[in-house]
């Protein structure tokens, strides 16, 4: 019989193999170790990631979008004119950012935030659109509404807050209510924030981390995570009855939060035929000088805080 030659192991290339496959095992350990941080440090900022615009071109457009801001609020407190403007959307869609870009350069004494809570048991008693209607612009003004009479098509029907009867009677009114603003003389603007499901999902983990924006997580907006459909539902069935040709709704893409600002501020601007009547600059006249006899407190009776800084 044939014997099957017997076959002899190279010790040095065994020991080589053996180094090779250490070496690889110690790179995956390597490896392994590295990947919860990397996932860890991607939530840490709400922000990070959520925009492909680099920094430095976001920053530049801003500041010219900001600035045709202050040149259309000059144009608006010198015509009179009436601006509202709705923000909607779903949870962590980016409009209290856009919000506060918008108003930021803008005189505080023309441009207000109204970002009404639940109504009170008194409120509950009145017509609906009543306690917004106390919020409406004078001449002069602009109103950003963070959420407005909109609750009762998205939030309040889903959660079962108002009835049957109560949100079909909103539905009809709506539509009559938004034309009785424009034909008064109000620009209404309504922009809903479009956010998909990854994207929301990733901003509330990120909330959750992030002990600076966690206070933006309520226990509605971990409900709203579980109805995601029936709030779909409820934003189709809104735009159906509400997207009237005097106040029609405008989407804005929100999946990149940067992008979606610079967006917004564009189309708004684009809505309001200002002109730029910003004024001349002043001319400061040379400072009087103090009287003689007037004579500052000691330091020392002061309470200064401390320079920490």
């Known amino acids: 019989m044939n014997s099957t030659p017997e076959i002899t192991k190279n010790p040095k290339t065994e020991t080589k193999g053996k180094k090779k496959n250490s070496k690889k095992s110690k790179k995956k350990a390597k490896d ?29 457009e801003l500041d010219r979008l900001q600035l045709e801001l202050v040149k259309m609020q000059y ?17 962590a869609a980016g409009k209290g950012g856009t919000i506060k870009r918008v108003t930021e350069p803008l005189n505080p004494r023309g441009c207000r935030i109204v970002a009404l809570g639940t109504p009170s048991d008194h409120e509950k008693t ?6 917004y ?3 409406l612009p004078s001449a002069g003004e602009i109103v950003c509404f963070d959420r407005s009479w909109y609750n009762r098509a998205g939030v309040e029907r889903v959660m ?21 603003l424009t034909r008064s003389g109000i620009i209404l603007l309504k922009y809903w924030f479009s956010v998909s499901d990854e994207e929301q999902e990733r901003r509330f983990q990120s ?9 933006k997580l309520s226990p509605m907006d971990l409900e709203s995570r579980d109805r995601w459909v029936e709030y779909s539902q409820a934003k189709d069935l809104m735009f159906a009855h509400t997207n009237i040709p ?41 400072r009087k000088m103090p009287p ?18």
């Open 32 to 60: 392994t170790v590295k990947t919860p941080e990397i996932k860890e440090f991607k939530y840490i900022s709400e922000g990070e990631g959520s925009s492909t615009l680099p920094k430095k071109i976001y920053k530049k």
């Open 75 to 91: 144009w608006v407190k010198h015509t009179g004119t009436r601006i509202v403007i709705i923000f909607e959307g779903r949870d």
């Open 126 to 131: 009145q017509w609906y659109f009543q306690r």
């Open 133 to 135: 209607v106390a919020h």
């Open 160 to 180: 079962d807050f108002c009835t049957d009867t109560e949100y079909h009677q909103f539905m009809q009114t709506c539509p009559e209510f938004e034309r009785i």
């Open 207 to 215: 909330r959750i981390i992030d002990p600076a924006r966690r206070w």
């Open 246 to 286: 005097e106040a029609p709704w405008f989407t804005v893409e929100a999946d990149d939060k940067k992008r979606a600002r610079l967006n917004c501020i564009s189309h708004i601007l684009s809505k309001i035929p200002y002109v730029d009547i910003t004024p001349e600059p002043l001319k400061l006249p040379p």
């Open 292 to 309: 003689r006899d007037y004579v500052r407190p000691p330091i020392n009776e002061q309470f200064f805080v401390p320079q920490l800084y």
